[in-house]
């Protein structure tokens, strides 16, 4: 029984949010006040697994929590957003990995402490679970680093179930990008940003990036920020704008997106539908910080989306 729209293998953990205009951390134990504070859903995987719930999918996630405070956190603020919790393994010898972001105007640092964030491995993705799925969509490629082996042979089951599959790598902090053009030759929808699409295509401008992955991949999105976003399919090119909105916070706009191109996807909707409503609802969702608190529903988004 197929009662999963999307299975989601990947990295949860909590983000840790400091929050002020003038934010200046001072070591030598000088202590700063700052304006605001909130602890949040953190993770690419997580993150796109509360947008596409939020959507009206059914969506499960598994990866691996430590047996702690945090990860008790995430399990729990996950299955309040109707996320399917029950398949995430906690470890006894790992703590949760976290993410502390210190935001000030138009800038944010990023510490991370990745704990249970790279554990997951393949393997641990049972056959049964794949069964129940529609969809199988990954990202934070190279967060993952115990799960990046193992992706050809879990691309392999999950077409063995009759899967449609999408990736987003994210970005290679090594720059080599390794493995990443034969894993898009396997996918059905690839997720990148522009500069990941260039990277990636070794490419000096999109077209040029589009056709290269174009060839490799049936259904090719590119996120382009402030400047909405291009998709292709077969010869069909589209481009949509952005949705202006009063931006408060980026984090998680591109799983967001994501989570609203694959509900269109899902849904069997035209291209240029499917991408408007992935422009719309990244859009909408920065209008609060952290990546979770600000995304719509689906009534909302599509009164944003033409008929």
Partial sequence: MRNIDILVPGEINPDLILNDPNLEPRFGQREVLVQDFEMTIGS?????????????????????????PLGRFMQEALRQRNVDTSSILVSPHQKTG????????????????????????????????????????????????????????LFRRAR???????????????GKWEGVLDLIAQVDVFLPNEQEALAIASAAHLPQALDLLGQRCPIIVVKLGEKGAI???????VVVPALPVQVVDTVGAGDSFNAGFLYGYLAGFPLRKSLELAVVYGSLSTRAAGGVNAQPTLEEALRYVSR
């Avoid at 393997?123 to 799925?133: E, G, K, M, N, V």
């Avoid at 998709?231 to 090119?237: G, K, P, Q, S």
Wanted: net charge neutral.
């Fill in 44 to 68: 690419s995987s997580a993150i796109f697994a509360c947008g596409a719930a939020r959507l009206g999918l059914k969506i499960a996630l598994i990866g691996v929590v430590g047996d702690d």
């Fill in 98 to 153: 976290v993410s502390v972001i210190l935001s000030r105007s138009g800038d944010r640092a990023i510490l991370t402490y990745l704990g249970c964030i790279s554990a997951l491995e393949a393997d641990q993705i049972p056959d049964a679970l794949l069964a129940r799925a529609r969809h199988l969509h990954v990202c934070s490629l190279f967060l993952q680093s115990r799960l990046r082996p193992g992706l050809p042979s």
């Fill in 160 to 174: 063995n179930f009759g899967l449609t599959i999408s990736l987003d790598t994210n970005w290679d902090p090594s």
């Fill in 231 to 237: 998709a292709r399919c077969d010869n069909e090119t």
